[in-house]
């Protein structure tokens, strides 16, 4: 039967979970620390700063 060489769910939870995790790690070890002084507000509702950068701005 062909579901005898398929790995179990347990295997792949597992290897799906650690690629994630890996994943995470090495986006860590790579990417500058933020900066909170230089980073833009997380919501700029009403701080009078006009949005950038998005294909709606652009005139």
Avoid: K, W, Y
């Avoid at 062909?2 to 090495?26: E, H, K, Q, Y």
């Amino acid at each position: 039967m062909m579901s005898d060489n398929l790995p179990g769910r347990p295997l792949v939870g597992t290897l799906a979970i650690a690629f994630v995790v890996l994943l995470l790690v090495i986006d860590t070890v790579q990417s500058a620390p933020i900066n909170p002084f230089a980073a833009p507000p997380p919501v700029a509702l009403g701080s009078g700063e006009a949005p950038e950068g998005a294909h709606c701005t652009q005139p």
